[in-house]
């Protein structure tokens, strides 16, 4: 068991530097960049699509989608107009940093002020690879429970954004707002949190309206 | 590269042995074992509370409950006066055969008839370890959306029950029932198929009262 250690630590590092190596090439071509992360259904296509319909000739925009199989959500931003690359990870349960590496050079970064890179639907694995982006950002959603922090600390834990989305589902299901909340709390304090529903669109301006911010004061 | 493939296989041969020797355990004690797998917040405690509310007096029970951290589920399990233990990962993004050895006998085998295990809140991993039991189930769930078996392959190849829960949510929710059941078709044709509320009860006896003429029939 005891050389199990270095090695895990070894491939950690070995993501980290090529996640550093994404992250110079994003800022050399001035690309501010987000990796989205959410479990399965949480609604990460819908909601990805509805940002950039609402930031359509505010921001140029490039999609990253990571699937374990099929292209069906890089297809739906190729049919919105927009550069699209979908990653297959061939039953990885994670987005790495040399996946995105290979990636990029496939969009036009020179034309792009913003990517927005779909992670696999997990809550636990992406939790564990930085893959270069300026932020981390997770998506909930109201029919998963207000316990998914609980449950799922080290994915809360690691992102910068939180948005809690289908909040149009909440007369429908049982979701204590306070209970969640306290998790978030406890797990990462000050994180930015979106209430929002992709579907009726309500909170959408909020969220949209503070990432063109976030591009803004990066460049 | 060439020398990963045999360590992956070797450790998978590891898993294999052990869920033999879990399955013999289980077969010898008379004890029929479910394996429910799910992605986080498809409702797979509420619905295995139902499920044990249900079978309650027909069948003696008891329950392994599988997360990255916290009891929370187990509790409520043990809560419902059942035999419960739980499995913290420690961060592992499935349960594996070692982990539900471990399980096994802190549950009174001998006087128990189903053994429920939950597994961690996962489309991806836990499809690719056996644990030893009889059934491999997989709840899904109508606010994941319809396009679920094609984009996670793997975990619908993989079960021989797959129960579609939250139907009550169908009227507020985009989902199509053809499109999904087609994809499922594709993957794992005849796989037996439930549809329930575990909110509302709806579709709950036709699962239960198959799931006692499975144990019943194993006797």
């Not at 997990?122 to 609980?150: M, R, W």
Request: aromatic fraction near 6%.
């Amino acid at each position: 068991m005891t050389t199990r250690i270095p090695i895990v630590e070894n491939i950690l590092s070995a993501n980290d530097r090529m996640a550093e190596r994404n992250r110079l090439l994003l800022d050399q071509a001035s690309v501010y960049s987000i990796n989205i992360m959410a479990s399965p259904g949480a609604g990460k296509t819908s909601l990805i699509l509805k940002t950039l319909e609402s930031l359509r000739g505010r921001l140029k925009l490039g999609v990253v989608e990571g699937d374990l199989a099929t292209s069906i959500d890089a297809e739906k931003a190729a049919a919105a107009g927009l550069p699209a690359v979908q990653i297959n990870t061939g039953g990885e349960c994670h987005l790495d940093a040399t996946m995105l590496a290979d990636a990029l050079p496939a969009l036009p970064l020179s034309d792009i002020d913003l990517v927005l890179v779909e992670n696999v639907g997990n809550l636990i694995c992406p939790a564990n690879f930085q893959i270069g982006t300026h932020l981390n950002v997770l998506i909930a959603s109201i029919p998963e429970g207000d316990d998914k922090p609980y449950k799922y600390p080290g994915m809360y834990r690691g992102v910068q954004v939180l948005i809690i989305n289908k909040i149009d589902l909440l007369p429908y299901v049982p979701f204590h707002m306070d209970y969640f909340q306290r998790g978030v709390e406890i797990l990462n304090p000050g994180v930015v949190m979106f209430a929002v529903s992709s579907k009726t669109g309500e909170g959408m301006d909020a969220w949209t309206d503070w990432l063109v911010a976030q591009v803004e004061s990066n460049r």
